[in-house]
């Protein structure tokens, strides 16, 4: 016999027992994405691999050893399976002139690829939800990304998650800041991991955000950013702390958060729980006016954030929010040819009322197709035999309750199946 062919590693199957929590997660958001004005944009999956290196930056853990790339066999061009979104979507604003018309408020969700190693809340193929806001320049609009993920977590049933803000202030506080940081980390060369000393010139600002935590204590006496920020960017952080202190959204400074990308300035934020173990971060996201100009645009602001998927649901897990499982409201057994003709009929003029319904397919006796019904989960199964097919009526049995069987007219039938 052949060997099973496995899923790859960290790419899981979404199975159909775990299907309606992903749809009721997928139709919250639509709907509330909707509510807030943002407009779905489909990307493909695969891009130039320029684009990921341009904008995520060179030196980062996505693009030196996160991307699955690959030659193109057939052109010899270098693609990659999409990391994120965030570049994939302002290309494709770019390419569409989108910011033509006036600013756009946007919305994507779909698989991400990384190449990292799998464990509880890490995936190699995960999803995200993401808003992208472009062309607005304030704090507001930055406050409004963060009160909609508020929003959003009190739609799920999400309770234990805290938000954290920071800053990244501008190009030129972040020069300052630079050059600080590297005489500080000379100063502790040897206590630099490897990671890190080769960082320390092209990106020191990522050392901050290691994952190692024997770095922990030289991270935490590293100059802080604050200190070094511009007049704008202080002013811009200020008014978005007035805006979510007014809308009653809690928040604490973390003047660490310097987020795994490079496109970041300003504003970043991160949604964190206690929940999920190492895996805390649902959602990230922030400021990043550089990123239409570095990809080949003109110059234009922009704000967004993405959620992994993936640890959400598995947080509302965690928060005992139990989406119940969809079941058909009817599942119709028969037996002979003119039941069968029945059969068919009534599926049809169930389902034209709006009701689910199974036509048993496959055959066998009455007590063998009655299993079946049980087994669906259906509400209720309707019985249609010689009897039924005579009469030009169907039986109708409730299956999750203990009530009488009634024999009805079709015009009936879909009034007692009503949902209530
Ligand atoms: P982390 O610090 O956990 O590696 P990140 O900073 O790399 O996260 P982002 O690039 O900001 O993550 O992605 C936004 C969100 O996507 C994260 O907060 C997380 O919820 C989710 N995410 C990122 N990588 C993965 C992954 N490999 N598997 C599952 N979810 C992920
Ligand atoms: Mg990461």
Known sequence: MPRIIQAIRGMND?????????????QTVRDWMAGYGYRNIRMPILEQTDLFVRSIGAVTDIVEKEMYSFLDNLNGDS?????????????????????????????????????????????????QVGAEALGYAGPDIDAELIAMCAELWRKLGISDVRLEIGTLGSTESRALHRARLIRYLERHLGKLDEDARRRLHSNPLRILDSKNSEMREIIDGAPQLLDDLDEDSLAHFEELQRILRNQGLDFEINPRLVRGLDYYNRTVFEWITGKLGAQGTICAGGRYDGLVEQIGGKAASACGFAMGVERVLALMIECGNDIPR????????????????LAWKTVRHLRDRGLNAILHCGGGNFKAQMKKADASGARFAVIIGDDEAQAGEISIKPLREAAEQVRVGLAEAAILLKRT
């Open 14 to 26: 979404i199975l159909p027992d775990q299907i309606d929590l992903w749809e009721f997660f997928e």
């Open 79 to 127: 693609l990659t399976l999409r990391p994120e979104g965030t570049a994939s979507c302002v290309r494709a604003v770019l390419e569409h002139n989108l910011l033509y018309t006036g600013p756009q408020r946007l919305y994507y969700s779909g698989p991400m690829f990384r190449h990292e190693r799998p464990q509880k809340g890490r995936y190699r193929q995960f999803h």
């Open 326 to 341: 969809a079941v058909p409201d009817a599942y119709v057994i028969h037996q002979g040819e003119a039941a069968d003709g």
